[in-house]
């Protein structure tokens, strides 16, 4: 090995900025993915407050109209602004059992988008007893990833709530 390629090898100078080129990568690659992470979290927090809110609304009141339900619909997409509000589904329904206890719906309304969950249109077995209400508020939302090269497709998020009535035995409907 000749003179200079001995003193090239021996030369350390820029040694951390190699280092730094090889690491910035991953680093990036790591830091966008818990951004995503994080707005996507932050999504399900949104979708679950919004099923909790639209049920509690429903849960306050013996009858409502169609115009507060659909207000109590609007109040859910407010919740999850300042998300893209495009992707959400809301719906909200009303059971009850009869002295028997066999659990009929009693109404359902869709918010201005449909709700486009897998939650059944029913209430899971043993929920209600004779002569009670529920209120279920779902509530689904397509998350669509910032960094598509990251997470390369959209994530369904859905969140149910089983609310019991306030004040009646069951909340009513009338047009």
């Known amino acids: 090995m000749t003179r200079r390629g001995r003193s090239l090898w021996r030369d350390r100078r820029g040694g951390a900025m190699v280092e730094f080129a090889i690491v910035l990568p991953f680093m990036l690659l790591l830091l966008i993915g818990f951004a995503e992470g994080i707005q996507m979290l ?3 927090r949104r979708v ?4 909790s809110t639209i049920g509690d609304l429903a849960a306050q009141y ?12 609007v109040a859910g997409q407010l919740v999850v602004e300042p998300m893209p509000t495009s992707t959400l589904g809301l719906r909200l329904m009303s059971f009850s059992a009869d002295a028997n206890g066999t659990v009929r719906k009693d109404w359902a309304k869709d918010g201005t988008t449909p709700y486009a969950g897998t939650a059944p249109d029913s209430v899971p077995s043993g929920t209600l007893k004779a002569n009670q209400g529920i209120v279920v508020a779902d509530a689904s939302y397509v998350y669509v990833p910032m960094a598509r090269w ?26």
């Open 150 to 175: 990251i997470v390369p497709s959209n994530i369904n998020l859905q969140k149910r709530m089983l609310l019991r009535p306030r004040i009646a035995d069951a909340v009513t409907r009338t047009p």
């Open 62 to 73: 013996r009858t409502l109209s169609d115009s507060q339900i659909a207000d109590i619909l």
């Open 42 to 44: 932050e999504a399900h």
């Open 48 to 51: 679950s407050r919004a099923a």
